[in-house]
């Protein structure tokens, strides 16, 4: 049987304690294995890590792994530690006396895995260091850094391009987790890898539920999300400023959701306190900027929430990819208003930079428009941006509950003869709130300062409230039938496309705005299990589930590692359910290698048996 002698194989089962592999982690693994390039478009939680591991063990040497995410190689060489991998790092967080230690042991060929951040892998030095013994393979991670257009550009990644001429028959692997076309070509140009196989993956996540309402108040909306969904869940809330990032952490703690804040403008010890406490303990909600979260390995993430509307789908993709690294249930949450549109486009008019480069930006942010407003799946939508073709999901908000959608080419036409009156009767640019006034008759100072109920469009939308014209606008700024001023002060102009409308030569389709879904599915009735090993347990298998959560606390704590680096959720469940009594039966679990078994094998029968 080939599967016997395979070392990959073997690799996989006797260290990592899995049965098989996933995807094309196979295919993959053996190009590297035989010394061949590869780049890798994986999604979050597809299983990257093995594809340079198991060579990095398979092939003599030691596995150079490039890797940006310098507070993170502590934890991923404890959990390769774990597992009987003999791995190490190189960063600026060492110590000398460490540092020597490390490359002693390097020198030595005593490493399988070495983790080096791409500043340090710069300088001669550790160039020097890596000649000194024989290397297996360089692994690229996070290789969409080397892309000047995304938002995680590193200049250090650019001289990665240097490791062919230096050392060319090591074979190189570089994956990443963004998936678009353009960046795929970018980062095969930028570290010269014409030769290297590719290989993308499907990039579809089932296990999260995607979906997107409408903003009103948005502190509200997250802490109801929140508790009707996830309470005591771990999750992620993304916001665009620091401001409200702070605003909403505070609020969800007067609530009391055990939610910690997280922006670029604190000092470098709280922002390592907050992200090892997330990693430690169990049910953290982080309220972040998008400074947080790359390369963060928690499998049991449940939500990531978006308070406020990303800049592209790119972006926006990775972000909600970090829920649900497990496969099990997990929800991407958004909400998004006319506010966003505005401030987004008023944020890109105001960028530095070229005509070409402003261009770029609104085309990403058209498309996150497209998804936000679209009356399809959301999935086949997110899944067609990066090229992939797909069927109606049956997990996301426009599947589970289809928008309706009305005629709204009147409306329309009132809200934009409204603006093309003021500008040709009195030359005046106005925000929505003002438009939306004008339409509704509302008498205001500013109305009456402006003299705007002598306008003949004065009052002839007032069978519409305010929350809808705001639907309606967000909606036609959407769509590009109406746009932001470039004044600066989100005002309100007409388009090309306004024209077509205005004649009556265009109509225009708009969908109703739901019901906030939080609101609508108190009962928690749609907490849909994404996996057999998602399935409820039974209430005994949940007592010993509850046990081996606790010891597994305690080893953690002993330690001072995450939680899941012991054992992951699914791991535990398996035991629970299995209740395998004797060292042997564990190395049936998934998840359980030789390693683990000698390690923590006692312990769990113990736990098992003394359950019974
Ligand atoms: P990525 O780096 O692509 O985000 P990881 O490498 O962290 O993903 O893998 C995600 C999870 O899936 C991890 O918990 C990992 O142990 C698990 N995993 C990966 N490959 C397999 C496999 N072949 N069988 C079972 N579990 C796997
Ligand atoms: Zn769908």
Redesign the pocket.
Known sequence: MIAETDPSLQV?GSV?G?D???GE?QEIIDHVVAGGDAIVL?P???????CYQIPALVRSGTGIVVSPLIALMQDQVDALELVGVRAAFLNSSQSTQQRIEVEQAYRSGELDVLYVAPERLAMAGTRDLLDSSSIALFAIDEAHCVSQWGHDFRPDYLQLAGLVVRWPDVPRIALT?TATRATHDEITERLEMPKARHFVANFDRPNIQYRIEPKSNVKSQVLSFIRTEHPDDAGIVYALSRKSVDGIAEFLREKGVNAYPYHAGMDATSRRETQARFLREDGVVVVATIAFGMGI?K?DVRFVAHADLPKSIEGYYQETGRAG??GLAATAWLAYGLGDVVNLRRMIDDSPGEREFKIKLSSHLDAMLALCETTTCRRVNLLSYFGQKSQACGNCDTCLSPPETWDGTVAAQKLLSTVVRLKRERNQSFGAGQIIDILRGKQTDRVRQWRHDELTTWGIGSDISEQQWRAITRQLLASGALAVGTDGYGTLVTTDASDGILRGERSVDLRNDPVPASRRSASGARRKQAKSDGAPLSPADEELFELLRQWRGEKAREKSLPAYVVF?DSTLREIARQRPSTREALLGI??IGEKKRDTYGDDVVSVVTGSQ
Do not use: E
Request: proline letters at 4%; glycine letters at 18%.
């Open positions: 996989l990592f899995y098989s592999f996933r982690q994986m979050t939680g597809g299983g990257k890590s093995l987790a390995d499998p690294r497990d992951n998934t998840g």
